[in-house]
């Protein structure tokens, strides 16, 4: 019974973080259209600055997470003002075709400047764990899973209670029906470009700490963060976490009960039953005009 | 006064107005009518700033409008209910109608004033506030993209075939709320392809053909012309003048061009 409870629990840990890494993909998918499969690669690349800081300064890797993710806000509006913007309302495949571009640029730079072998941060706290209740509770899972929470808290804010997250929202929903009421739709785009981007500042980070990565790293991370906003629903915030979640689960308990190597197996399975009854993912919605002829 | 003068416009292959011009009378309700790809939906288009002509200008009182983009516009008081889909689908009716006051979010005070009056006008707003607006019926999102219009009290309301899709139940409430708006000092430009329902609302009517204006009159006047019936009322000139029967005429195809 520990084991389950254990394992449920190191489940929802890393779910939390799998959940912080896919928000922004979500974010930038549902407002813009836009598949961007330099994520992952733009993960690896806050993973090295993180690593690289961390090496230098001793400081906490989590924590720079605070640099890290103005930095990458920048970085997320030059890369749309600079790049994607040029391919504005074209298809997605288009925007797969560019930003997969963006991906091997990004790996390439870091394969020259730092080198094709593994890295990991490992602060002072990183074999350490909390014990509640006979349950272990990895330091670094928490911190990261902490994080993770803060960050999707405040999207959720954001999104839900502001008007910069109600312009974000209609324009995804409608784009001509946002810019009749006066939103610029051009400021959006780049604006949820750049929070999207932001967010790969706290995953990156978080990686880190939790992961071994080497440049290349990048296709495996965008694999999983796709799977998991395909499972939850293209564009949805929710659909990521819940996504994420069943990634953690899945990941833990066939660790836990079967063998390592079957774990991803079992999520991409997962992913394919539910498509299989939900081909809009779990959290993408059909509304009455969905459905009309 | 709104004013087209020379307006050439169009989506990249080849202009759709072809040196259009056109007077909207302040507090009139004109109506466009004309065949399928004569250009209606594109002058609407680009008064509103969604489309920017590539010739020609639009002025509002005077005020140039042709290189103020949609959000310039509306800040002149030129509001857009397009043909279909305005909405947003996932969002609620309140946060929608709501959205129509983006421009004055920084007063929150006006924006709830706005908001209630426009809800007293409108009683879906407030009766299916929390429901999502993709569940809505074809009538219903048309009341609530009126709704939505009407929360910067525009000066000039643009109406993209208001009567599309719509039952007769619905056409009738449609219907009032146009002249209602008109009555409260609101110059209206709608485009209709049913056009004896469009005329019969209008107080100016306008035949629109291959980008150009062909015919402009009163609307009571346009729908005796013989040619206009002949062309898009089925053949008989109408017997009542236009603005004279507040109710919806029978939705039959007859009066349907395309």
Not at chain 1, 11 to 38: K, Q, R
Not at chain 1, 52 to 65: C, E, F, M, Q, R
Not at chain 2, 68 to 74: F, I
């Amino acid at each position: 019974m520990t084991q389950l409870v254990q394992a449920l629990v190191l489940g929802l840990l890393i779910g939390g973080v799998y959940a912080l890494m896919a928000s922004g993909l979500t974010l930038i998918f549902g407002v813009m259209n836009i598949i961007n499969v330099a994520h992952g690669a733009l993960l690896i690349l806050v993973a090295f600055l993180t690593w690289k800081t961390w090496s230098v300064t001793g400081i906490d890797p989590i924590l720079l997470a605070v640099v890290m993710t103005p930095l990458m806000f920048g970085v997320g509006w030059l890369l749309y003002k600079g790049v994607l913007s040029r391919i504005s309302g074209s298809s997605p495949g288009m925007s797969v075709l560019l930003t997969f571009g963006i991906a091997i640029t990004i790996e390439g730079i870091l394969n020259v400047t730092a080198g094709n072998k593994f890295r990991s941060a490992t602060p002072s706290y990183f074999s350490q764990s909390f014990r509640i209740l006979g349950i272990s509770l990895p330091k670094a899972q928490v911190y990261g899973c902490i994080a993770a929470v803060l960050v999707l808290g405040l999207l959720y804010v954001v999104l839900a209670k502001t008007w910069t997250g109600r312009a974000i929202r209609a324009t995804a929903q409608n784009p001509s029906g946002a810019a009749l009421i006066g939103i610029q739709a051009s400021g959006v785009a780049a604006l949820a470009f750049a929070i999207g981007t932001a967010t790969t500042g706290v995953g990156g980070s978080v990686l880190s700490v939790l992961y071994p990565f080497f440049p290349a790293s990048h296709y495996d991370w965008i694999s999983r963060l796709l799977g998991i906003i395909v499972l939850g629903g293209m564009g949805s915030l929710a659909g990521a976490l819940v996504g994420a979640i069943v990634l953690g689960l899945a990941e833990t308990l066939t660790a836990t009960y079967v063998s390592l190597q079957w774990s991803t197996l079992i999520f991409y399975a997962v992913i394919m039953i539910v498509l299989l009854f939900r081909p809009q993912g779990l959290f993408g919605s059909r509304l009455r005009q969905d459905v009309m002829a | 006064m709104l004013t087209l003068s020379g307006i050439f416009a169009g989506y990249g292959g080849g202009d759709v107005l072809q040196g259009l011009d056109l007077e909207v009378p302040t507090g009139a309700i004109t109506c466009i009518v004309g065949p399928n790809g004569a250009g209606k939906s594109t002058v609407l288009r680009v008064v509103s700033g969604l489309l920017r002509p590539r010739l020609g200008t639009i002025e509002l009182d005077g005020t140039r409008l042709d290189r103020l983009g949609c959000a310039g516009v509306l800040g002149k008081g030129v509001a857009q209910v397009p043909q279909s889909q305005a909405l947003f689908p996932q969002m609620s009716i309140r946060e929608n109608v709501l959205l129509g006051g983006f421009t004055l979010r920084r007063d929150k005070r006006l924006l709830n004033q706005r908001f209630e009056r426009v809800a007293d006008l409108i009683p879906i707003v407030r009766e299916r506030s929390h429901d999502k607006a993709g569940n809505l019926s074809g009538g219903q999102r048309r009341m609530v993209e009126i709704a939505r219009c009407l929360m910067v009290e525009p000066t000039v309301l643009l109406l993209d075939e208001p009567s599309l899709g719509l039952d007769p139940m619905s056409l009738t409430g449609v219907s009032q709320l146009v002249r209602d708006a008109n009555a409260a000092g609101t110059t209206v430009l709608l485009v209709e392809q049913n056009v004896r329902l469009g005329l019969s609302m209008a107080t100016h009517g306008v035949v629109l053909e291959g980008g150009r204006v062909r015919l402009e009159a009163p609307a009571h006047e346009l729908m005796a012309n013989p040619e206009v019936a002949e062309l898009y009322l089925g053949g008989a000139p109408a017997t009542h003048g236009a603005g004279a029967h507040p109710t919806v005429p029978q939705p039959v195809d007859s009066g349907t061009v395309g």
